[in-house]
């Protein structure tokens, strides 16, 4: 079968090695890499023959990989840390870079091996560093939020890597070949500009006017690997190309759909790549030099571990955030493998050394979640260790605090609540780690501290013990968890109100006793199946039922037994949606134009009652007997379904049967 049984060994393979990878919960490119591996003609058993072949067909897994990675780029994703995310990250990978030549120069490599060796480890690893949040339950977290945008940077980065790096060596390579690489580049760009914003948009619509699923995926498919084809054929990188193709294609209605049905085919070629990656790993070559691949791990650890931690120093993260940049981020990523590949098929890498590299690559990869976990306890450590830095405050009253509202998070929901407590005059005080939302804080002129809500001096700072309440929204399972038992260690009578992102939350929330638990996304959906409710004619009492139905179903608490006017409050705003305020405008040939409000009799025939009256641009309120209608005005009516649709058939010229009430 030549290539066709290879693929097979491959597909089947990658899925055995996928299977064990998640159940020891690591990234599936390891499990695709091992699998490679143990067919890879450097094992007994079955085994790949035309591994040439597989390496030239995964060339496509990396094109497809960039393409949805520029579809993927979002602008939008950098601007809350932009400045650490575009100035740090540049300065991360040129330290990283001089790191890495330090250590090779040690190790008494030439500077070329130790050039190489040092972009093999500027990068980090986006699916290792997004698998550990999630499974920390860290996603939302502000640290998290700095990963993600220096992750973003760096895969921009790999795109300039990928031209220079496999250039390195060559007899041809020198500044004026460099500077006809950026003018081809910017020529390029251009082009692509203007096709992006004149021709692709036009030809998109086209096909996905033809509703044919098939050929809208073929046609992505085709831009993305035929823009890659025409840089390759202008001497630049086959991926960089692909990577400009998914950027232009993003800014299209149909990224979306494009991103869902390119998907599957980028994973199976992705699935090729990293096997034929491990296919090149001779594993008895790793068990000879595993101390040198100790050793090389180790130090990728501590010294881009410090690079990171700096990096985040210098830009006024303080707390845990270095540590957790430092252990969460100090892995070669997977774009590494790409570098390294590219720059051993232009022969600018020695393919004796990749083996070395590739097994350092992977043991870091493989510490990652180990040392994500200690940084919690390292943290804690080094607190209980050092003098305490005095709590930064602004804006607080020179009087104690006593009866506030204590916010823990100035994002999104805090400040919203903040500002709406502030036009209500009700007294407050905002906790915030991040330096950046402290500012905000302080301009709005909001009192405000700086500091980690999970330690009790910061609590303590904020008088929690004498607080009216507290409403965290920290979204992060472990972050909450820690500062809720806090809370209630030093005010177990204080009602908390706790923002969660998702079930798991929901009931580690509830089992540490929070009074009440907000999930934005549930109240979002109720909010829209309210609407549709209401669109159906249904009771403003049976949509209102139905919401608490639901609620109930989704959050248990002991409010209203703990809070009676929790109960009351319900009431008043369940009756007061039963309130069912109706617009109905008169029409010309109604029978009620002419007459007052009186003469018409609308009370005794319909059951509604009359709230108001809009006329052109006046609002009549609460309308006297002798008002008479007129053939466009708009009615303000109160009653139930049936009175309002009574009403609307006396306002209007259709023809009805009505009772008289």
Request: charged share 15%.
């Amino acid at each position: 079968m030549g290539i066709a049984s290879d693929l097979v060994i491959i597909i089947v393979a990658g899925m055995l090695g996928a299977l064990i990878a998640r159940v020891l919960r690591q990234p599936l490119l390891l499990g695709y890499i091992i699998a490679g591996v143990l067919v890879g003609p450097h094992t007994g058993g079955i085994t790949v023959s035309g591994v040439h072949e597989i390496e030239l067909l995964a060339e496509i897994g990396v094109a497809l990989l960039l393409f949805t990675l520029g579809i993927e780029f979002s602008i939008n994703e950098l601007k809350p840390v932009r400045h650490v995310a575009l100035i740090g990250t540049p300065l991360q990978i040129v330290l990283t870079m001089t790191f890495g030549w330090a250590v090779g120069q040690f190790m008494g490599w030439d500077s070329h091996l130790s050039t190489w060796f040092g972009a093999f480890i500027a990068l980090s690893s986006t699916m290792v560093v997004l698998k550990t949040l999630e499974s920390k339950g860290l996603v939302g977290t502000l640290s998290s939020r700095v990963m993600l945008g220096m992750l973003v940077v760096q895969d921009i980065a790999i795109v300039p890597m990928l031209i220079i790096m496999p250039q390195l060596g060559s007899e041809s390579f020198g500044m004026q070949e460099l500077a006809y690489a950026g003018v081809k580049t910017v020529l390029f760009l251009a082009s692509m500009f203007i096709l992006g914003s004149r021709v692709i948009p036009r030809f998109m619509r086209i096909v996905a006017g033809w509703n044919s699923r098939e050929l809208f995926m073929l046609t992505c498919s085709a831009i993305g690997l035929g823009v890659g084809y025409a840089t390759h054929s202008l001497g630049l990188s086959f991926a960089f190309g692909a990577f400009v193709a998914g950027m232009v294609l993003s800014e299209s209605r149909y990224a979306y759909q494009a991103l869902s049905d390119i998907l599957p085919l980028r994973d199976i070629f992705s699935l090729i790549f990293f096997a034929s990656v491990g296919m090149l790993i001779d594993p008895f070559y790793i068990w000879d030099h595993i101390g040198t691949i100790l050793i090389l791990a180790m130090a990728i650890l501590v010294g881009k571990g410090l690079v990171f931690g700096a990096m985040a120093r210098l830009f006024r993260y303080r707390n845990i955030i270095p540590l957790a940049l430092g252990f969460g981020m100090f892995q070669v990523g997977e774009l590494s493998f790409l570098l390294l590949q590219q720059g051993a098929e232009s022969g600018s890498f020695p393919k004796e050394y990749f083996p070395l590299f590739m097994g350092v690559g992977i043991v870091t990869m493989l510490l990652t979640p180990v040392m994500a976990s200690c940084t919690g306890p390292i943290y804690s450590l080094l607190r209980t260790r050092s003098n305490t830095d005095p709590l930064q405050t602004v804006n607080l009253p020179e009087s104690e605090l006593d009866g506030h509202v204590v916010i823990l998070g100035y994002g999104r929901f805090g400040s919203y609540v903040a500002e709406s407590l502030r036009e209500i005059d009700i007294p407050h005080v905002v906790v915030e780690l991040n330096a950046n939302k402290v500012e905000e804080a302080a301009e709005a002129g909001r009192a405000v501290i700086y500091g980690d809500a999970g330690q009790e001096i910061v609590l303590e700072a904020a008088r929690v013990s004498h607080a009216r309440m507290v409403l965290m929204t920290i979204p992060s399972v472990r972050g909450s968890s820690s500062v809720l038992e806090k809370v209630y260690h030093m005010a177990p009578q204080c009602p908390v109100v706790a923002l969660s992102r998702n079930p798991e939350h929901l009931e580690v929330l509830r089992a540490l006793g929070a009074h009440h638990i907000i999930m934005p996304e549930f109240e979002t959906g109720l909010e829209m199946v309210r609407q549709t409710l209401f669109n159906f004619c249904m009771s403003a009492v049976d949509i209102q039922n139905v919401m608490d139905s639901m609620r109930r179903e989704r959050y248990t608490t002991d409010l209203e037994f703990n809070y009676p006017k929790a109960v009351q409050l319900s009431r008043l705003s369940r009756a007061a949606e039963s309130i069912n305020l109706n617009w109905v405008e008169v029409d010309s040939k109604a029978e009620i134009v002419g007459r007052t409000l009186a003469g018409s009799k609308i009370r005794t025939v319909t059951g509604v009652s009359v709230a108001g009256i809009l006329r052109e641009n006046d609002f009549i309120q609460n309308p006297d007997a002798t008002f008479k209608f007129m053939a466009g005005d708009i009615v303000g009516v109160l009653g139930g379904r049936q009175n309002i649709e009574s009403f609307r058939c006396l306002a209007t010229s259709t023809q009805c049967e009505l009772n008289e009430v």
